[in-house]
């Protein structure tokens, strides 16, 4: 028992840490133009913890799954805003 010990609690330390992500959808009203949505999504992406970055120009959202650890929905809205385009959370999952 001692050895299995000894073999499993090192190997349970070089497991990293599951990620919390989380997928937020913003309104960003002033999206506008088909190159808005480029803009929108180069701020949000120079965010830490950033997984992926998602624009539609026609509903004028952005859906963003983030870690949660690195980063907020505020965070994340304040970026689009600095870029021009305000924006507001919609749906966090």
Known sequence: MRVAIAIVVPLLATVPAVAAQHTAT????????????I????AIRHLDGIVSVSTDV???TATVVFDDRKTSTASIADASANAGYPAALVNEQ
């Open 26 to 37: 913003f309104s960003v009203p002033d999206m506008t133009c088909p190159l808005c949505p």
């Open 58 to 60: 026609g509903a004028k």
């Open 39 to 42: 803009t929108v999504t180069t």
